[in-house]
């Protein structure tokens, strides 16, 4: 009869709880998966852009802003194409800053630049939602007011009293022919009387954010309807996305009511890419221009609204605006949004190994001013081992125009499986993300 030896026992227990060990953690340390690469955001260092600077005369007030660009419709994920920001139509004309301000800083005398905020002001209190608008039937007032402005030799166009003309044929007149009297009809019409229309016109431009700009007529006649250049190149911006005043100097009519024939007083070098919206002179202001312009880089076309006023005569003024698109044209170019590896975050391995997710198609945009980005948003999947030059994720921006745009994400160097020698000297990483992964 064999007898129970605790000493040979403890042997076998011993053996077998080794060769058990063994055979889990061998498998457990070898097999298991790598724990996932740690990653940090970080912040890709600035990239510095040099533009020629836009030329603005140093006499009187002048500023531009961007308006927009417009490019061909793309169906690439990828495209350079930035995508409109829904918060962005809520951005008030006070927010937009100016590509370039020139001359004074100071509120100057605007002429009829007066008559667009006029028009901005009317459609505000009542909007033309028919194409025509409602009819307005002209008074002897009317009548009498286009004998006062032909007498003194200011610009007008014949109204009759009890003619009938609609909103839209007024504001034609007003903003195509610069017709003084059409202004103050209006204006009288919308609001009861001139000095009433002044009142929520004031109070429509403080709202609106024109906070340098105030007027006391409809017309711009009187030196004291005075604005910054700054406030009037958002103006100019505002007019040019307003569809009933765009679409009026866009396609400018030949004839109003009663076939009365208008002369387009708004157009100013359009050989040149500009696009004028108000063109006027007056002893206090000189001469005056509101506009947008026109400037085509590759497949887009940068699109910029700008104020210059206080010129001393219209030779000046072509100059100045001569000089101000030649700028323009060395200018415009393709500004980096994402440069082609900035990292955007960095990896660490529990075995050493470390990378960067860099941005592997690079995005531009088509600007006068280097574009500040924003609110980087960064998504990237999981990952242990990966060959440089391997989309990880992707990032997005917010550029200072209210718009976004986006690009992949790469590796920029390999990150390697660490060998057997350091799974089997270094269980507790490989088996914590083995129990993860089951969990």
């Known amino acids: 009869m064999s007898r129970f030896r605790p000493g040979r026992f403890v042997g076998i227990l011993t053996g077998t709880i080794v060769i058990l060990g063994v055979g889990v953690y061998g498998p457990a340390t070898l097999l298991g998966p790598l724990p996932a690469a740690t990653m940090t955001l970080v912040t890709p260092e600035a990239v510095v852009s040099t533009v020629s600077p836009p030329a603005l005369p140093a006499a009187g007030a002048s500023a531009i802003v961007t308006l927009g660009v417009t490019s061909p419709a793309s169906t690439d994920a990828d495209s350079s194409e930035s995508t409109p920001d829904p918060d962005a139509a809520a951005e008030t004309a006070e927010t937009v800053a100016p590509i370039a301000v020139g001359g004074t800083a100071e509120a100057?005398?605007?002429a009829s630049i007066a008559k667009v905020i006029t028009a901005l002001v009317v459609l505000d209190a009542k909007p033309?939602?028919?194409?025509?608008?409602p009819t307005i039937t002209l008074s002897t007032a009317d009548y009498q007011s286009y004998l006062d402005y032909t007498g003194q030799g200011s610009r007008s166009l014949a109204v009759f009293q009890g003619e009938t003309w609609t909103e839209h044929e007024m504001l034609q007149a007003m903003l195509l022919g610069s017709s003084n009297n059409h202004a103050d009809s209006l204006a009288s019409w919308a609001f009861g009387s001139v000095a009433a229309y002044a009142e929520a016109a004031n109070e429509w431009l403080a709202a609106t954010g024109f906070s340098g700009t105030r007027v006391v007529d409809a017309t711009g006649l009187d030196e004291q309807s005075a604005g910054t250049g700054t406030d009037l190149a958002r103006l100019a911006a505002l007019a040019a996305t307003d569809p009933v005043v765009s679409?009026?100097?866009?396609?400018?009519?030949?004839?109003?009511?009663?076939?009365?024939?208008?002369?387009?007083?708004t157009a100013f070098l359009s050989d040149e890419g500009?696009?004028?919206?108000?063109?006027?002179y007056t002893d206090a202001a000189g001469r005056c221009l509101l506009f947008t312009a026109n400037i085509v880089s590759g497949e887009s076309t940068f699109v910029f609204a700008g104020a210059i006023v206080g010129e001393p005569d219209e030779d000046t003024l072509e100059a100045d605006v001569t000089a101000l698109m030649k700028s323009a044209q060395a200018g415009v170019t393709e500004l980096p949004l994402l440069a082609a590896g900035a990292a955007y975050a960095s990896f660490d391995t529990a075995w050493g190994e470390t990378a960067s997710a860099v941005v592997g198609v690079p995005k531009t945009a088509v600007g006068w001013q280097a574009v500040a980005t924003r609110d980087p948003e960064v998504s990237i999947e999981p990952f242990t081992t990966s060959r440089k030059g391997e989309t990880i994720g992707r990032v997005r921006v917010h550029t200072g125009d209210g718009n976004t745009v986006s690009s992949p994400l790469e590796l920029d160097a390999t990150i390697r499986d660490p060998g057997a020698g350091w799974r089997l000297l270094n269980p507790g990483p490989v088996i914590a993300a083995l129990i993860e992964s089951r969990s």
């Open 274 to 280: 500009v696009n004028g919206i108000s063109n006027s």
């Open 247 to 265: 679409d009026i100097i866009a396609h400018p009519a030949s004839a109003l009511a009663g076939r009365r024939g208008v002369e387009n007083k």
């Open 108 to 110: 100057l005398p605007m």
């Open 128 to 133: 033309v939602t028919d194409g025509a608008g």
